[in-house]
T-cell receptor
């Protein structure tokens, strides 16, 4: 059975410093992995997606994530945080490659940016 | 201007009343989803539909109902049987489902008084 764990419910960083949001998954098959961002009272927006191509995935707004099969991790990083990055971030896993595959959302990590 | 819309943005209802949340997409996507979001719990799947006139229960379908009579529309009814309906409701669509990217609407915040 697949699952996804976001290891931190809240992360605070200073503006201009690196961001690391951690995500671990479990999956019996080759998963598709996503990171979505949600600003307050808004819908979710796709940041980036991994689907068994390059293990380092680049997304929008300077974010990237690395798929590490040996560690079952898909951590989200950004070299330098900006105030506009303050939001909630969701790691998502979809097992296999079929339309019937279940999609599992992590519980989210709220990113706070300190001035 | 393609996208997915939800209305209304805020909705207030008295306890015991049914209420219907609207979700429309003009992306020509086959799959549509309804999620409920509560603080600290992430998104939980209520119902999903992969094709017109067909839909499946998600993890928390009790107290909710849906219909999919048209490809572009997937309304959600919150019935009086739903014990704790106050929440933020998000609708999403994807091309075919499964590992496809989901596109989200702006959400409806339902408050039951």
């Amino acid at each position: 059975a697949q699952s996804v764990t976001q290891l931190d419910s809240h992360v605070s960083v200073s503006e201009g410093t690196p961001v690391l949001l951690r995500c671990n998954y479990s999956s019996s098959y080759s998963p598709s992995l996503f990171w979505y961002v949600q600003h307050p009272n808004k819908g979710l927006q796709l940041l980036l997606k991994y689907t068994s191509a390059a293990t380092l995935v680049k997304g929008i707004n300077g974010f990237e994530a690395e798929f590490k099969k040996s560690e079952t991790s898909f951590h989200l990083t950004k070299p330098s945080a900006h105030m506009s990055d303050a939001a909630e971030y969701f790691c998502v896993v979809s097992e296999g490659g079929n339309r019937d595959d279940k999609i599992i959302f992590g519980k989210g990590t709220r990113l706070h940016i300190l001035p | 201007d393609g996208g997915i819309t939800q209305s209304p943005k805020y909705l207030f209802r008295k306890e015991g009343q049914n209420v219907t949340l609207s979700c429309e997409q003009n992306l020509n996507h086959d799959a549509m989803y309804w999620y409920r979001q509560d603080p600290g719990q992430g998104l939980r799947l209520i119902y999903y539909s992969q094709i017109v006139n067909d839909f499946q229960k998600g993890d928390i379908a009790e107290g909710y109902s849906v219909s999919r009579e048209k490809k572009e529309s997937f309304p959600l009814t919150v019935t009086s049987a739903q014990k704790n309906p106050t929440a933020f409701y998000l609708c999403a669509s994807s091309i075919t489902g499964g590992p496809d990217t989901q596109y989200f609407g702006p959400g409806t915040r339902l408050t039951v008084l």
